[in-house]
């Protein structure tokens, strides 16, 4: 159930993982499109519009929830933050703070030209590309090679010397994991936000923080949960799911993924849910935190269904886990912590955090199309995975 069940992010999904780009508060006030912290009339009109298909979920991604669509929940909430106002910004974390360091002030260096589609071929090999599960109890992760190829797609900057990116996923192999089924990695009609690439070094960092709970406090559904999520994640974008109630569409109640409908999303928490039922999980992510950019540093969004399957299925088959939409990648530094893993006390990590680090590749190297030696991490939160429980999965991208 939920390996990356969310999250609630999506990488996010997401009011969450869609807030996962460059403005993180954006997820605090579901229909704030223009990010004044006020939802104003004509703002409900664009989300009534995406929920009836007649706008993209990308003119406004504060409307999306964790799956990355408009329904009638997200839309009630816009109405009452337009009646009400939004909510303040709170200072509770959902278990505790990952310091960072501070981040600098751009410094304008002039227009820049487009960087362009370029490809990535994945370089194999445990210790290249891969995934990386950390589970409580377990001081060594499980590791799951990659095969397959990504594009990284940048535009022209401005005069803070940034572009905006967004990744897509090539071919990827199925990659099986004993006793639980296979992952695969497929391209996705998700509309993702673009994130940065800092062409300049300096200005603000693009590393990515994670603060997980797996049992945050006790929710009636998804909406409850996510406004718990919001208030505790303060100026951080919230991933939230509540467990027992299916990840997305109707979002109604369930105890297993064959609860929720086709296009309802898998059933949050264990499978079946049982009675932790009414558990709230989420994830605090700041994207823009960390020593300031290097040359190059890069943050992108994958696009991509990253779902698991039982391992006689192949990849159109529906669901046993799924992650939401939009992963965050980074060259950047990536920090994460788990904690009340398994609805316990144990943490992912047993002490300390995770943190890995990418590498970047200058915007001259990015034209040139030579991506040899680009290294994208990210991050994806999961939770009630059969067999392993909750855990929190490294993606090691490596270009070669």
Not at 159 to 164: F, K, V
Not at 193 to 203: D, E, K, L
Not at 278 to 283: A, D, L, T, V
Request: charged share 10%; glycine share 12%.
């Amino acid at each position: 159930m939920g390996m990356i069940h969310r999250l609630a992010f999506c990488m996010a999904s997401v009011a969450a993982i869609v807030a996962l780009a460059a403005e993180p508060g954006r997820a605090q006030c579901t229909g704030d499109c223009s990010g004044d912290n006020t939802v104003a009339i004509n703002e409900l009109i664009i989300g009534v519009g995406i929920a009836l298909g007649s706008r993209p979920p990308a003119d406004c991604p504060a409307f999306q929830n964790a799956s990355g669509m408009v329904d009638i929940t997200q839309l009630i909430r816009a109405v009452n933050f337009a009646l009400n106002g939004c909510p303040r910004v709170a200072t509770v974390t959902p278990t505790e703070t990952i310091s960072v360091a501070p981040t600098a002030t751009a410094t304008p260096v002039g227009t820049i030209e487009a960087i362009g589609t370029h490809h990535c071929t994945l370089k194999t090999g445990n210790t290249a590309s891969h995934i990386a599960v950390n589970r409580a109890g377990f001081d060594q992760p499980s590791v799951l090679p990659l095969v397959g190829s990504i594009d990284v797609t940048c535009g022209s900057g401005g005069s803070d010397g940034r572009a905006a990116c967004s990744c897509s996923p090539g071919t990827f192999q199925p990659i099986g994991i004993q006793g639980i089924g296979k992952v695969c990695i497929e391209p996705s009609a998700a509309a993702c936000p673009q994130a940065p690439v800092a062409c300049s070094a300096g200005g603000s960092g693009l590393s990515l923080i994670a603060t997980v709970g797996g049992n945050v406090g006790t929710c009636t559904g998804n909406a409850d949960c996510a406004a718990t999520c919001a208030s505790t994640c303060g100026t951080s974008a919230a991933i939230s799911g509540c467990t027992g109630f299916c990840s997305a569409g109707t979002m109604q109640a369930c105890n297993n993924n064959a609860s929720c409908a086709p296009n309802d999303g898998v059933c949050n928490g264990a499978d079946p849910v049982g009675v932790r039922a009414g558990r709230c999980q989420c994830e605090c992510l700041s994207t823009a935190a960390g020593n300031p950019a290097r040359s190059g540093e890069l943050q992108c969004t994958l696009s991509a269904s990253i779902k698991v399957v039982a391992a006689t299925d192949d990849c159109s088959a529906a669901p046993i886990f799924i992650a939401p939409p939009c992963t965050l990648l980074t060259t950047a530094e990536i920090v994460a912590r788990m904690t009340n893993a398994d609805y316990g006390t144990s943490t992912i990590p047993r002490t300390g955090v995770l943190s890995v680090q990418g590498a970047p590749l200058t915007c001259d190297a990015l034209r040139a199309d030579d991506l040899t030696g680009l290294k994208l991490r990210g991050l994806i939160a999961a939770f009630g995975s059969t067999g392993t429980g909750d855990a929190l999965d490294e993606l090691f991208f490596d270009c070669q």
